[in-house]
């Protein structure tokens, strides 16, 4: 059964910094590309980032360019988000996904999602 696990969000004022954390369970982790995908109440789920399995290529969303950065640990099984310059237009519910492609670059095609963990920037 696989799981996926996303841990790290909260309550952080503007210009603040968060760091994502997204475990995952019962499938080969290394063979998956990740994404990161966020949801605003009354609006549409979006692609934030997401890395190749072999964390060699990397794809942000215009709006995170510069102040987010994507990365994952293998052996852990864990991917990461670090957010930086946080704005209040950042609140939402983030979501860690898993896709069974070697890469990214588009926000398509994920098969396993995690119930997501909420960030919020206060002004």
């Known amino acids: 059964q696989v799981q996926v696990v996303e841990s790290g969000g909260g309550l952080v004022q503007a210009g603040g910094s968060l760091r994502l954390s997204c475990t995952v369970s019962g499938l080969t982790f290394a063979k998956y590309a990740m994404g990161w995908f966020r949801q605003a109440p009354g609006k549409e789920r979006e692609g934030v980032s997401c890395?190749?399995?072999?964390?060699?290529?990397?794809h942000y969303a215009d709006f995170v360019k510069g102040r987010f950065t994507i990365s994952r640990d293998n052996a852990k099984t864990t991917l990461y988000l670090q957010m930086t310059s946080l704005k209040p237009q950042d609140t939402a519910m983030y979501y860690c996904a898993a896709r069974a492609y070697a890469f990214c670059g588009d926000w398509d095609h994920y098969n396993y999602w995690g119930q997501g963990t909420q960030v919020t920037v206060s002004s």
């Open positions: 890395i190749s399995q072999s964390a060699g290529g990397q």
